[in-house]
């Protein structure tokens, strides 16, 4: 009996295989496509100075995003998956959580848990949100809601602070998901080689170049010397650091898989193409490493040497010890071809002494960031807010705005608390455990390597982050996310394998224990597909929406800058530019930011209706009369009796009081989403007056969180100085000079008509510059001079002041001798006393012997007493210590002309 279907059935089986195998094909090139998108996607971070920008955040989310969907199309259903590493992405959800959390209102029992933010809001929102409340009810019919605190001190601060971290955990889980075999792993760290060595090779022609452009044509523009693609030279090292790393962790890959194929055990050639691009692209970061003058990657790769080192001794042959010692050699070889870049080292090396280290300006912000978490603990002030959680703390005068803690450990507590410090406690024990549990188990070659490339990274990270903020760059946070996912991934898949392969298989099951068995296999397929990809697709789309509403306050704020105020200002203009921030605010009502902007061209649009209203009673008035200071100012000069009336003026009519109205309300809104912005406080003093508020009570907090502008500082002083307030005056214009000089002129001007001379030098030239006491005594002279002044003896000069000021000068001990023995020499130059001035000028050329302005006075002195042999010697000197200053050669032939006369 014939049997028609088998044909049938084979051509159907033919076709079946035919169509798997076209669908494994489109699976596999889908795959490579996602694994594209995320290293490509990891590179574009690093080049695009480090994913610091919210634009370029948001399009890593978009990509990873694209990737997430493919891979969750492209991988079979029954395909077997290493295991996950659910510590890493547990910790990872909780820090996610815990920062959410604290960007909420404080329920209600949470003021003992939460008691720093809620210290924070009663001492910077309450008061101020009462006054402006009130003010805006003497001036309208509004009624404002109480403001409920939050977790945080600076919500906006947070949710931008929160995008990186929702990035990263999909950064981890992809690679977890698209990474799972040798193969694919080797390309991956191929593709870190890769980019590692053109971020070195991009950081040395920098050095040696002397650039300062983060990419060629685009200005660096931050006051912090740049590396590579990377504003912070630190956050350049690092990210170049497990490049490095491994480098060396495929070298060891390649031999073990040569020696495991090939089974002998004399050395094979390293002369290979794959070992000497990997050797060359090694020496070439490590290079790198050290042009990039970065002090923590220079400890952080000695310390994980040292370690790895005594974990595993037997895995140090002499080829790597032949490595270690050649690249150096080379580093050293390529600093020398480069004076540039070797005069740069060895100024960095000095840096590492410990009169360097001790006189660091890290100390002194640590004890201010230790104070803000002892004060926020255990909650912490909230993610991302430790610039502005430290400036209540900041009692001393700073040049720079620490945004950052310069510490990891410390800004972990500082923002979030016992949680936050927990959490990290635990993932780097889980960490350091793999990795070391692998090492001590020595099942291969392979997970040895792997071991060792785990404590590397662990010591990278660790070491860096107790001296800066390198994980705080967002790329860098996704390289070290996705370094630690794939060497946990590794290492827990070599452990599942061999656990695998010692459980013993029963011959028999019962019906009951298969099904259970295989519904829990199904279980866990699920939870650990699909619970985690949906977990990290919604971390995705957090992040988009929060990049979306930070790239439009981006774009809005640079549209809206008040860099200069003009006579041309337009009512028109102020309304468009007013309309563009109500559409920003209501598409992203969390930034504290948009609602000031929009408050400053509130009172910009008070201004132009102020000048309407007074050009309608026929009484103009000029445009920068109207500016809220020089109101502040005419105010101030009326007198009591008359000051009431005129303050009513301000207000006299409804559209002079609505952008009042308006300016509040935004600032109370601002102070609610950031109550720490110093501009907001400033903001509303300039206008207390006018709308009824208590002026000093705004300035004590404006004062108290502007210790490190010195713009801010300047201006407090000003307001001070209108008020008549000379203690404060004094105080803020103290501090305003010890960062800057640039109102110097101004200060002294103003401080000259309130304060006598010797007052001035007291309390404002001896604290921030003595050189200009002289100036105090001699009137007609300039403060322009960029060596200081220098005093001519034809010039008025009061002698009693002189002595007054020369005694003072004596016992003032915080004033550096150098500097002191200089005002002292033109003191006395100006009292025609130059024995005493040469005297002088000889003392601060001992104290500072490489400056050169002193000696080349110095030697001018010597040159007019007659004494021309110590002249000669002096300006010799001079000329071998500072070969390019012309001066010198001027004053040899004099000294030589002079000694010729004589005899």
């Known amino acids: ?160 602070a929160l995008v990186p971290f929702l990035i990263g955990l999909a950064y981890a889980f992809l690679t977890w998901r698209l990474f799972q075999t040798s193969q694919s792993r080797r390309v991956l760290l191929w593709a870190l080689v890769a980019n590692c060595t053109l971020l070195s090779m991009w950081g040395i022609l920098q050095r040696a170049g002397g650039s300062v452009d983060i990419l060629p044509g685009m200005e660096h523009q931050v006051s912090s010397l740049p590396f590579s693609s990377f504003v912070y030279k630190n956050a350049g090292a690092a990210a170049i650091l497990p490049g490095a790393a491994a480098a060396v962790l495929l070298l060891a890959l390649k031999r073990v898989t040569t020696r495991s194929h090939y089974r002998y055990t004399r050395s094979e050639s390293w002369l290979t193409p794959y070992r000497v691009t990997l050797i060359l692209c090694f020496t070439v970061i490590v290079t790198g490493i050290g042009v990039s003058l970065s002090r923590g990657a220079w400890a952080a790769a000695l310390v994980s040497c040292v370690i790895i080192a005594m974990a595993h001794r037997p895995s140090v042959s002499k080829k790597m010890i032949s490595i270690a010692v050649a690249v150096p050699v080379c580093f050293l070889t390529i600093s020398w071809i480069a004076q540039d870049v070797n005069d740069s080292v060895q100024q960095r090396v000095s840096d590492l002494s410990l009169d360097v ?155 009951s224990t298969t099904g259970f068995a295989q519904f829990k296999s199904h279980l866990i397929r699920w939870r650990g597909r699909y619970s985690w990809t949906i977990a990290s697709a919604a971390c995705l789309m957090w992040a988009v929406l929060i990049g979306t509403d930070q790239v439009l306050t981006r774009s809005v704020t640079d549209e809206t800058k008040i860099t200069e105020l003009e006579d041309s200002a337009r009512p028109e203009s102020t309304e468009d530019v007013l309309q563009r921030l109500d559409q920003a605010i209501a598409a992203n009502p969390y930034s504290a930011l948009l609602y000031e902007r929009r408050a400053a061209w509130r009172i910009l649009q008070y201004r132009c209706n102020l000048v309407d209203e007074a050009t309608q009673r026929d009484q103009p008035i000029d445009w920068n009369a109207t500016e809220p200071l020089n109101i502040l100012n005419f105010i101030a000069a009326v007198p009591e009796a008359y000051r009431a009336a005129l303050l009513n003026e301000f207000v006299s009519v409804k559209r002079l009081r609505e952008p009042l109205v308006a300016t509040m309300k935004d600032l109370r809104q601002s102070l609610e989403l950031n109550p720490l912005r110093p501009t907001i406080h400033f903001r509303a003093t300039t206008i207390a007056s006018i709308t009824g508020m208590q002026m000093n009570s705004w300035l004590d907090r404006s004062a108290r969180l502007s210790n490190n502008d010195v713009d801010k500082l300047f201006r407090n002083g000003f307001v001070a100085y209108i008020e008549r307030d000379d203690v404060r005056m004094v105080d803020q214009w103290t501090r305003s000079l010890s960062i800057d000089h640039r109102h110097l002129e101004t ?72 500097l002191r023995y200089s005002v002292l020499a033109q003191f006395s130059e100006a009292l025609s006393d130059k024995p005493s001035a040469a005297n002088y000028w000889k003392k601060a050329v001992a104290a500072k012997p490489r400056l050169a302005k002193y000696r080349i006075r110095y030697t001018e002195t010597l040159l007019s007493l007659g004494r021309y042999q110590e002249a000669v010697d002096q300006a010799i000197l001079g000329r071998k210590l500072h070969p390019q200053e012309n001066r010198f050669d001027r004053l040899t032939d004099a000294a030589r002309m002079g000694i010729t006369k004589q005899q």
């Open 1 to 160: 009996m014939l049997r028609v279907e088998e044909p049938s059935r084979s051509v159907k089986a033919q076709v079946s295989k035919a169509e798997s195998g076209s669908d494994s094909l489109a699976c596999f090139c889908l795959v490579q496509f996602a694994r594209a998108i995320v290293l490509g996607s990891l590179a574009y971070a690093a080049w695009r100075n480090g994913a610091m920008q919210s634009d370029t955040l948001l399009h890593l989310s978009v990509a990873l995003g694209l990737a997430l969907f493919i891979s969750l199309i492209a991988q079979p259903k029954n395909s077997d998956v290493t295991p996950i590493p659910r510590v890493l992405f547990y910790v990872s959800l909780a820090w996610i959580l815990y920062a959410a959390i604290q960007m909420m209102p404080i329920p209600w029992g949470g003021s003992l848990f939460f008691h720093g933010p809620i210290d924070a809001h009663e001492t910077f929102v309450a008061p101020a949100a009462a006054e402006l409340s009130s003010a805006i009810s003497r001036l309208s019919d509004a009624v404002l809601p109480e403001i409920v605190p939050r977790a945080t001190v600076a919500l906006d601060e947070s949710r931008r």
């Open 747 to 818: 200060i002294f001007k103003l401080a000259q008509t309130r304060l006598t001379p010797i007052q001035i030098a007291q309390e404002l030239a001896l604290p921030t510059r003595p050189d200009l006491l002289i100036r105090l005594a001699q009137p007609t002279m300039s403060l322009d001079g960029t060596d200081g002044p220098s005093a001519d003896p034809d010039s008025l000069i009061d002698p009693d002041l002189a002595h007054q000021l020369i005694d003072q000068l004596n016992h003032a001990s915080e004033v550096p001798d150098d």
């Open 357 to 511: 280290i001790s006189t660091d300006s890290r100390w002194e912000h640590w004890k201010d960031g230790l104070q803000t978490a002892k004060a926020h603990f255990p909650s912490g002030s909230g993610l991302g807010t430790y610039g502005y959680a430290t400036l209540p703390f900041q009692d001393q005068t700073h040049p720079t705005w620490y945004r950052e803690a310069h510490n990891q450990f410390l800004e972990i507590v500082t923002e979030s608390g016992i949680i936050g410090l927990s959490l990290l406690a635990i993932l780097m024990f889980w960490f350091v455990k793999t990795c070391f549990g692998a090492l001590r188990s020595e099942r291969s070659g392979n997970t040895v390597a792997w071991a060792l490339f785990g404590i590397a990274i662990f010591c990278f990270a660790t070491v860096q982050s107790l001296a800066d903020f390198v994980l705080t760059i967002p790329s860098n946070l996704f390289l070290y996310a996705i370094l630690v996912s794939v060497v946990a991934g590794e290492l827990m898949s070599h452990r599942a394998a061999s656990s695998h392969s010692l459980v013993k298989r029963p011959h028999e099951h019962s019906t």
